[in-house]
Nanobody, 124 residues
């Protein structure tokens, strides 16, 4: 069974850091593209960052210079290092893979497989 499992979420104060992980299992294809997304209460799901098989990356302007996406291709794990967290980063964070189309800047609807999400809360 194809499965993505996120971990690493939690509650932090503004300025704090968290590292999210996304483990892919049961996926028999080589991973071309991994994406991180987030959804805050009452808002649509938005893209945070993507990374392709050549480790090229793309970030939403709201997280650029604060978040870093990376992946361990052999172990099929993607990471999202989040530094300088602010209350506006509070959301459920999801990872995704599969689907079609160019990776960097890919829309949520173009990803095929999704994790269950992990909550990130930033408050003082």
């Amino acid at each position: 069974e194809e499965q993505l499992v996120e971990s690493g979420g939690g509650s932090v104060q503004p300025g704090g850091s968290l590292r999210l992980s996304c483990k892919v299992s049961g996926y028999r294809y080589r991973i071309y593209c991994m994406g991180w997304f987030r959804q805050a209460p009452g808002k649509e799901r938005e893209a945070v960052a993507q990374i392709d098989n050549l480790h090229s990356t793309n970030y939403d302007d709201s997280v650029k210079d604060r978040f870093t996406i990376s992946q361990d291709s052999e172990r099929k794990i993607a990471y999202l290092q989040m530094n300088g967290l602010i209350p506006e980063d509070t959301a459920v964070y999801y990872c995704a893979t599969g689907g079609s189309g160019y990776c960097l800047g890919r829309a949520p609807e173009d990803f095929e497989l999704w994790g269950q999400g992990t909550q990130v809360s930033v408050s003082s």
